[in-house]
Nanobody, 115 residues
Framework: QLQLVESGGGLVQAGGSLRLSCAASESIFSINDMGWSRQDPGKKRELVATITSCGSTNYADSVKGRLTIARDNAKNKVFLQMNSLKPEDTAVYYC?????????WGKGTLVTVSS
């Protein structure tokens, strides 16, 4: 079963940057949909960015122009470059994959943006 492990979270000041990584336990070459979601305690989980196997990307309006998703199929990794971070970006960020109708989630990495 596919396992996803996130890393790269931490504490950053508003306006700063972080790069999150997601390592998959097996090849992601054939997995069409990879993405990142986030959840702040007390709020619903929000899908912030997705990328297809062809490299097509989509972003939530709240992060457009600031977050960039990328994938490296050779290394079985997905990345989320986060720039111009805001306090409202504070959340646990989860890597997600949809493969043959099944959805997989990592355990998440915490991003805290201080004002």
């Amino acid at each position: 079963q596919l396992q996803l492990v996130e890393s790269g979270g931490g504490l950053v000041q508003a306006g700063g940057s972080l790069r999150l990584s997601c390592a998959a336990s097996e090849s992601i070459f054939s997995i069409n949909d990879m993405g990142w979601s986030r959840q702040d305690p007390g709020k619903k989980r929000e899908l912030v960015a997705t990328i297809t196997s062809c490299g097509s990307t989509n972003y939530a309006d709240s992060v457009k122009g600031r977050l960039t998703i990328a994938r490296d199929n050779a290394k079985n990794k997905v990345f989320l470059q986060m720039n111009s971070l805001k306090p409202e970006d504070t959340a646990v960020y989860y890597c997600t994959a949809v493969d043959l109708g099944d959805q997989y989630w990592g355990k998440g990495t915490l991003v805290t943006v201080s004002s």
